[in-house]
Nanobody, 123 residues
């Protein structure tokens, strides 16, 4: 079982930055590909960024446009650095772990989820 706890969300003005963290409670953290998703009110959950189990490869959604960076460390933490935030980035952000094969950007292929952290960007 994998438990994930996000932190670092908050209220920021447009153009600002935030760093989200996700702490994992599983011993074999480095075996799981990880990702960040987000969900805005009334919208579907969407893929933001993903990283392979070893951390050597990362993937981001096209709307990121170089503003966000995903990373992980050996202390069972996943991060999302977000810069130049815009009001349309307002959403609950979730970290997720993928237990098996599947699409790196499909929420349905991720087995474990955190409770989410709210990011609000004011204009």
């Amino acid at each position: 079982q994998v438990q994930l706890v996000e932190s670092g969300g908050g209220l920021v003005q447009a153009g600002g930055s935030l760093r989200l963290s996700c702490a994992a409670s599983v011993r074999t953290f480095n075996k799981y590909p990880m990702a960040w998703f987000r969900q805005a009110p009334g919208q579907d959950r969407e893929f933001v960024a993903g990283i392979t189990s070893g951390g050597s490869n990362t993937y981001v959604a096209t709307f990121v446009k170089g503003r966000f960076t995903i990373s992980r460390d050996n202390d069972k933490n996943l991060y999302l650095e977000m810069h130049t935030l815009q009001p349309e980035d307002t959403a609950v952000y979730y970290c997720a772990a993928r237990a098996g094969a599947g699409s790196r950007s499909s929420q349905y292929d991720y087995s474990y989820w955190g409770q989410g952290t709210q990011v609000t960007v004011s204009s």
